[in-house]
């Protein structure tokens, strides 16, 4: 017989309240009957106090076992000499307290207890994408980005943007020293201003002998000295105007402005520094740019291709997941590392707020499957089973399990539960199969008005 029959049996055989009520009302009619032998045996009656005695242990119905009871029994043999009124009032005593005292609930019935969850505790069994492809590793980078670099040698006398703040196109960044570039530039206009005069005088003069060549008053040879004095002024004034606007465009070349809406994210310089042409002054990026620049190994490069859908994750952004897809494949790998580049672009518009961040995903080449996390998972030696929800019950449902998902740790469910199936989520190991639950009340919000509004009420007073 089994631990639980064994208790089912002795439940059965323990007389309940309403058994011992009925025995204790037959024991006051006994102590009724047989109150002149009480008396007899005070009176030293030894003949018919044996009688009583042996009739009181002859009643079978009778539960000695109760200590109360007992006690009544022992106190009667001591108070055989006090009245009957008394003796009476301490055998009802005894009957009220056999019929009033409560069941105990026996541990079977503690054990049927039902098991209480939440929503929180169930985990819904869905398809979810699978990523056996090609590992990809690589960082966040902006499509669109700029490095500002001096394009003069000058000191710089002003940076007007930090890191983070926010330009628009034409936005002035970095101001350098033009004085000396100032200085050519006005010492250019005054040469344009100079060829221009000698080109205005050498053109009326050659008009002038144009007219007196016609009348016959000068030779062809004057006419042509003057014609090539013309052309030299043309020319003088086209190289005055040539490095009057280089010198604009060194002065233009002073200020560094923003190339295109963006964010200032790197900063180099700073008020005072020399300049050399060439230096790094800032970067500009464009945060709605976003791409994801990695590397894929010259192994796996066959099973890229251009549409091809990446999940992976971004340091500093958790457990979160960001899809996108193969945009740009590169022809060569790079010599050093045998690894070739891949780009992808971020779906649905959802990137995160840096650039420069690590990431590491997989290319989504292993279709769609139902799955399940490995906390939901019991194993039992080589076997593996999950809680699932039953009605109101649980039940130990046997899976077979596939390959894991090396992104997630995900296991794919071959066989045992469906779509839509609620297994728990971290199920406890105590748990046995057909076990009730019962699920909790979500709170009220009505509730929940109420105690807010008696709050506010009580500080208003």
């Known amino acids: 017989m089994t631990r639980a029959c064994a208790r089912a049996h002795v ?35 030894l003949a018919r106090a044996v009688e009583f005695r042996r009739l009181i242990w002859s009643v079978k119905f009778f539960d000695f076992t109760r200590p109360i009871t007992l006690f009544t029994t022992l106190f009667i043999w001591k108070v055989l000499a006090m009245r009957q009124r008394i003796l009476m009032m301490f055998v009802c005593a005894a009957v009220l307290t056999a019929c009033n005292k409560p069941e105990t609930k026996t541990e079977g019935e503690a054990s049927e207890r039902a098991l209480q969850i939440s929503p929180e505790d169930l985990l819904p069994i869905q398809s979810n994408a699978l990523a056996m492809g090609a590992v990809i590793t690589g960082t966040v980078q902006p499509a669109r980005r700029a490095d500002l670099r001096a394009e003069v040698q000058a000191v710089v006398l002003q940076v007007l943007k930090e890191n983070g703040d926010v330009v628009k196109r034409g936005d002035l960044l970095v101001r350098l020293d033009d004085a000396a570039i100032r200085d050519s530039m006005n010492s250019a206009g005054e040469a344009v201003r100079a060829a221009s005069q000698s080109f205005d005088q050498a053109e009326r003069q050659l008009q002038r002998l144009k007219k007196l060549r016609e009348s016959g008053m000068v ?34 070349r002073t200020e560094a402005r923003a190339p295109f809406d963006g964010v200032v994210s790197d900063k180099k310089v700073s008020a005072g520094d020399s300049a050399q042409v060439g230096k790094e002054l800032l970067k500009v990026v464009d945060p709605t740019s976003l791409r994801f620049e990695g590397f894929v190994s010259a192994d796996s490069i066959g099973s890229v291709k251009l549409g091809e859908k990446v999940s992976f994750r971004i340091n500093g952004y958790g457990a979160d997941e960001f899809t996108g897809t193969v945009t740009r494949v590169s022809p060569s790998a790079n010599p050093a590392t045998r690894q070739v580049e891949v780009q992808v672009g971020f ?15 997989r290319i989504a080449a292993g279709g769609t499957a139902l799955t399940i996390p490995a906390s939901s998972l019991v194993m039992e030696s080589d076997k593996a089973y999950a809680w699932s929800v039953n009605g109101t019950s649980l039940k130990k449902s046997p899976l077979k399990l596939g390959a894991r998902d090396s992104r997630r740790g995900d296991y794919v469910v071959i066989s045992g539960l469906s779509e839509g199936d609620q297994v728990l989520r971290a199920p406890a190991v105590t748990l046995k199969d ?6 909790a009340a979500a709170p009220s919000p009505k509730a929940d008005t109420a105690d ?10």
């Open 11 to 45: 439940n059965k055989n323990r007389p309940t309240n309403a058994t011992r009520c009925s025995s204790s009302v037959q024991f006051i009619l006994l102590i009724l009957r047989f109150i002149p032998l009480l008396t007899a045996c005070h009176q030293h009656q």
């Open 452 to 461: 807010v509004t008696t709050d506010k009420t009580r500080k208003g007073g």
């Open 434 to 439: 057909g076990q009730k639950i019962k699920f």
């Open 219 to 252: 030779t062809t040879q004057q006419l042509e000295d003057s014609e090539i004095r013309r052309n030299n002024a043309q020319s003088d004034l086209a190289a005055a105007q040539t490095r009057q606007a280089q010198a604009r465009q060194q002065l233009q």
């Open 347 to 361: 779906d649905g518009g959802r990137q995160p707020a840096l650039s420069g961040l690590f990431a590491e995903g």
